[in-house]
């Protein structure tokens, strides 16, 4: 999430859209301290400590994700969490917390390799027909390790892309069956059954459902 931009438009969305679903819960994990790993899967280019922020920055928003939050419905239930660390053990330390968790969004904006497949391997038995996953650098020439890792996890043949064409590199896939063939589109133009808004259905359809979005550093926000 790094500054935190995707995860406060996550948390308006949720307050228009679904603004009395306090089963609708957002993490948004971070090391806060910039790329943890860089393989040779992205190239070399970049380098540890990449997109890192201000020391103490997590703390200072943390106070404005809840300040946000205290101007939603719902006040009173805590819905929005930060969690710091290398999201690729994060992540595993978020599911074994929450056994009965089922994702409806992840949001991949890590940018290198070695987190997106981890997180991917370590989501994918919680996401179900329906879910959605954001990537952020996919296809992009600068940052090989996202598309890299997705192939290798949940193979290119099985989606099919369309992009926006003011926003060419970010994708979006909707996982339409449980062997994983999913409709790969912009972020803005998909078409979410049902719905005119550009969030999962409710929560009440299956179970609990959460977004999670992952961001530079190995970062991932989760919203149910």
Not at 38 to 57: C, F, M
Not at 117 to 139: N, T
Not at 176 to 194: E, H, M, Q, S, Y
Not at 201 to 221: I, M
Request: proline share 6%; net charge negative.
């Amino acid at each position: 999430m790094q500054w935190g931009g995707i995860l406060s438009t996550l948390q308006s969305l949720r307050g228009i859209y679904e603004p009395y679903n306090h089963q609708r819960k957002i993490f948004g994990f971070d090391t806060f301290s910039g790329f943890s790993s860089i393989t040779k899967e992205d190239g070399g280019d970049h380098q540890e400590g990449d997109y890192s922020v201000d020391k103490g920055y997590e703390e200072e928003l943390h106070e404005i994700m809840m300040i946000q939050e205290q101007q939603s419905p719902l006040p009173h239930i805590q819905r929005t969490f930060l969690i710091k660390g290398d999201a690729s053990v994060t992540v595993n330390e978020w599911l074994e917390e929450n056994p009965a968790a089922v994702i409806g969004m992840a949001i991949f904006d890590m940018d290198v390799y070695k987190p997106t497949k981890d997180v991917l391997e370590a989501i994918k038995p919680r996401l179900f027909k329906g879910s959605v996953l954001v990537f952020d650098e996919f296809g992009m020439k600068e940052w090989p390790g996202e598309t890299i890792a997705v192939n290798e996890v949940l193979g290119i043949n099985n989606l099919e892309f369309k992009h926006f064409p003011h926003q060419p590199c970010c994708a979006v896939a909707i996982v339409l069956t449980g062997n994983w063939n999913a409709k790969l589109i912009d972020r803005r133009g998909v078409p979410f059954p049902r719905s005119g808004c550009p969030c999962p259905r409710p929560a009440a359809d299956v179970g609990q459902k959460r977004v999670f979005s992952l961001t530079s550093g190995g970062s991932v926000k989760l919203a149910r």
